[in-house]
Antibody, heavy 120, light 110 residues
């Protein structure tokens, strides 16, 4: 059974940093593109970033370019999202989602998410 | 503001058929497949329809999807109370090189 479990969320001040983790199980992480998608409180879904199987390609939504970094450690079955220079508008539940074999493969399996709150 | 456009709300009575629309552009739905997610209150999104009209295993055939040009639709027939949820359309965007979503439609079963 595919399982994705996010962790690392919490309360952080504007300008601060955080590292989110996603523990993957039930499949071979190195086979798939992986994604981060976020959802602000009471709002819709927003794709944040994705990363190729070997980490050699990464894509980001414009609003986080230069501030967030997606990475992965296939040996540890883990996906990460490094959040820097955080803004109030980055407050959201962050979901880890498994893609497929290409960058445009649909995020099919999702974790339960971890809440990031940016507030002074 | 979301790239894909959905009505913010929809409603129906048990047993009815409801449809939810999703409007995009040539770089997203127009050149890629449309997909739909269902999000029950307090839970993560669940894939409902992929590749315009395909249902993952376990999704009832009451749910169906279609696409025409730069628009897509989700239809739910035989509406049930447990269908009350938020529904999101999604597509890959070739110009943004990323996934785009609709703003979501809150379905209320009256």
């Amino acid at each position: 059974e595919v399982q994705l479990v996010e962790s690392g969320g919490g309360l952080v001040h504007p300008g601060g940093s955080l590292r989110l983790s996603c523990a993957a199980s039930g499949f071979t992480l190195s086979t798939y593109w992986m994604n981060w998608v976020r959802q602000a409180p009471g709002k819709g879904l927003e794709w944040v970033a994705n990363i190729k199987q070997d980490g050699s390609e990464k894509y980001y939504v414009d609003s986080v370019k230069g501030r967030f970094t997606i990475s992965r450690d296939n040996a540890k079955n883990s996906l990460y999202l490094h959040l820097n220079s955080l803004r109030v508008e980055d407050t959201a539940v962050y979901y880890c989602a498994r893609g497929g074999y290409s960058e445009s493969s649909l995020p099919r399996y999702w974790g339960r998410g971890t809440l990031v709150t940016v507030s002074s | 503001q979301s790239v894909l456009t959905q009505p913010p709300s929809a409603s129906g009575t048990p047993g009815q058929r409801v449809t939810i629309s999703c409007s995009g552009s040539s770089s997203d739905i127009g050149s890629n497949t449309a997909n739909w997610y269902q999000q029950l209150p307090g839970t993560a999104p669940k894939l409902l329809i992929y590749s315009n009209n395909q249902r993952p295993s376990g999704v009832p055939d009451r749910f169906s999807g279609s696409k025409s040009g730069t628009s897509a639709s989700l239809a739910i027939s035989g509406l049930q109370s447990e269908d009350e949820a938020d529904y999101y359309c999604a597509a890959w965007d070739d110009s943004l090189n990323g996934w785009v979503f609709g703003g979501g439609t809150k379905l209320t079963v009256l």
